[in-house]
């Protein structure tokens, strides 16, 4: 398998991906459940901190989509779609990566 690649690893496949996000900024906060894959494409033109939470990794179009839009590494896509990933830190030019 080469680097980068995108493959689910693990189990807990849902039976629908849900979107959830946080959105914050000085006097905001927008808190909403169950979002549209193209409402947390929208996230990226905020100037606030906006957290996604993605239920059902498995979904690798979803993944993909969103970390193409977000200019995600795909090293990075490749760690979230590994159920087994030990906690994580990283902290990017434009996104910090917590799992």
Not at 3 to 24: A, W, Y
């Amino acid at each position: 398998m080469a680097p980068g690649m995108l493959i689910h690893v693990g189990e807990g496949k849902t039976e629908r991906v849900t979107i959830d996000f946080i959105d914050c900024g000085e006097q905001s906060l927008d808190e909403q459940s169950e979002i549209t894959n193209n409402n947390a494409l929208k996230l990226k033109d905020t100037s606030t901190v906006s957290w996604i939470n993605i239920i059902g990794l498995h979904n690798i179009s979803i993944i993909e989509h969103l970390g193409t839009h977000f200019n995600i590494h795909s090293l990075v896509l490749e760690d979230v779609l590994n159920n087994g990933q030990r906690p994580k830190f990283e902290d990017f030019e434009r996104y910090i990566l917590l799992f």
